[in-house]
């Protein structure tokens, strides 16, 4: 087959996050992608199914299902989906060591084959698992960062654009810190066609929102029973992967890993990041009130606690 002049992703887990991203990723001719699973059989499924689609919705990136880091090579972007989900009842917390493992013991043949790729992490906890792929990376801090604020701002944004009754275009939103219960919402930087969010709606009601905001995971895996989400996920994912392949320099509020940004130091924490070509081009510094830098330090030494727990 020919050499590809097209950039290529790797995503590493073809469960439903994965297989949704690397279907987003095709449809939207960003890139070849390579699914990549323990479970023999599901990624070369997937990935046949797939690329079976490609005549109809009209894309020609590729799909290649594997379990063979060495199909991985030369990735430009490889984003880890992989790792246990949450059941009910489950906390972030319990996956800690599980994930840790699986996490370790994927980054270690990605890099071994990708030595310039720009690692995305998806896998809970998040901030924790950024961690341990930079540590076990070797990469610099730029070409490591999470996945969690473009899709917990997105869960915020729907709700306030069904809220007011508009276009979720018109609606921007910002939430900084770790994903999960210590998520940071910061209204006064949401906007509704550039009007900051509590010119439009009253105090409680932005806290409703925000509070569904915090919760909208749990929301879903109640609803599911079994599994969690995954259409908002790999399209946050997919926003990330496009604004880094085409080195469109997006604001996104990401999980980046900070040394002296917000006053935190050595810890991976959502913040508005600019992404590029070369990975998290920079990191914006905004203005906080003492309450939103209470409740970001809060956010940052939860996930201090758990970098400590696994001693990264």
Known sequence: MRKSMRSKVTVVGAGNVGASAAQRIVEKHLADVVLIDVVEGIPEGKALD????????????????????????????????AGLARKPGMSRDD??????????????????????????????????????????????????????GVLDSARFRSFIAEELDVSVENVHA??????????????RYSTVAGIPL????????????????RNGGAEIVAYLKTGSAYYAPSSA?????DSLLRDRKKILPCAAYL?????IRGLFVGVPAKLGRQGVESILEIPLTEPEKAALNGSAAAVKELVDKLKL
């Open 95 to 148: 996956l800690l060591l599980k994930n840790y493992e699986i996490v370790k013991g994927v980054t270690e043949p990605i890099v071994r084959h990708s030595p310039k790729a720009i690692l995305v992490v998806v896998t809970n906890p998040l901030d924790v698992m950024a961690q341990t792929a930079l540590r076990v990376s070797g990469f610099p801090k730029q070409r490591v960062v999470g996945m969690a």
């Open 198 to 213: 509590p010119e439009l709606m009253p105090k409680a009601t932005i806290e409703r929102l925000v509070e569904r905001t």
């Open 50 to 81: 797939l690329w079976e689609s490609a005549p109809v919705e009209g894309f020609d990136c590729r799909l290649t299902g594997t379990r063979d880091y060495a199909e991985t090579a030369g990735s430009d972007v490889v984003v880890i989906t």
């Open 174 to 187: 910002m939430v900084l810190g770790g994903h999960g219960d210590t998520m940071v919402p910061l209204p």
């Open 237 to 241: 994912i997919v926003e990330m992967v």
């Open 259 to 263: 040394e002296g940004e917000y006053g």
